[in-house]
C-alpha cells in the first residue's frame, strides 16, 4: 500500500491533485505522512487522532479518540478535503460525509474482506465488506474506486467529491 508510514499512499498522491482548497482533515493522521503531503501544496491541514507523532510545523492537531463515543470535535466545521487511510470506524462514515465542503474531496484507502491472509487487521469488525465504501459515498460524485488485492494487502479506495465533478481535470 506504501512503502513506508513516512512515504504517502499512492493512492492518496494520485488524487491530492484534486483537493484545490483546505482545510484538509487527515484522520487518523498518525505521524502525519498525508498531511505533509497537502502542507506542500500550500493547504492548511488539521489532523486528529488519539496521540501526537512528530507532526509536521503549520499543522493544527487536534487531540480526540473518534471511537469513544465522545462528540465529533469539528461539528459544523466543513473540509475541503478529507483524507483516511488504514482506518475504518463505520459509525463515522456518515459524519465524514457531512463535513466534506461543496466541491470538497474526499480520498479513503483501508483494508477489506480478505487481507486477514496478509496479517493485520485481520478481525473482520475492521475490513470493509466489498462494496462498503461505494454504499457508505455513494451518493457524492464518485471519482474512483477499487477493491482487490495487490502484492501486500486486500484494499478498498475511494475518491469522491460533494457537487458536480464536471469541471474536474482527472490526469490519472
Known amino acids: 500500500m506504501h512503502d513506508s508510514l513516512e512515504t504517502p499512499s499512492a493512492w492518496v ?8 482548497r483546505g482545510p484538509v482533515l487527515d484522520v487518523a493522521c498518525g505521524g502525519a505522512r498525508h498531511a505533509r503531503l497537502f502542507l506542500q501544496r500550500k493547504l492548511p491541514v488539521v489532523g486528529v487522532d488519539r ?9 493544527t492537531f487536534v487531540k480526540a479518540d ?4 465522545s462528540p465529533w470535535p469539528f461539528p459544523g466545521q466543513r473540509f475541503g478535503g478529507i483524507v483516511v487511510t488504514n482506518y475504518l470506524h463505520r459509525p463515522l462514515l456518515p459524519t465524514l460525509a457531512a463535513a466534506l465542503a461543496d466541491e470538497g474531496v474526499l480520498i479513503y484507502e483501508t483494508f477489506m474482506v480478505g487481507n486477514e491472509r496478509f496479517g493485520k487487521p485481520s478481525n473482520r469488525d475492521f475490513l470493509l465488506q466489498p462494496g462498503e465504501l461505494l454504499q457508505a459515498f455513494g ?3 464518485v471519482v474512483a474506486f477499487e477493491q482487490g488485492t495487490t502484492e501486500k494487502a486486500v484494499l478498498q479506495r475511494i475518491c469522491v467529491i460533494r457537487g458536480n465533478a464536471g469541471s474536474v481535470r482527472i490526469d490519472a
Open 139 to 141: 451518493a457524492l460524485t
Open 66 to 69: 473518534l471511537e469513544d463515543g
Open 13 to 20: 498522491a494520485r488524487w491530492a491533485p484534486l483537493v484545490t
Open 51 to 59: 496521540e501526537a507523532r512528530a507532526l509536521p510545523e503549520g499543522m
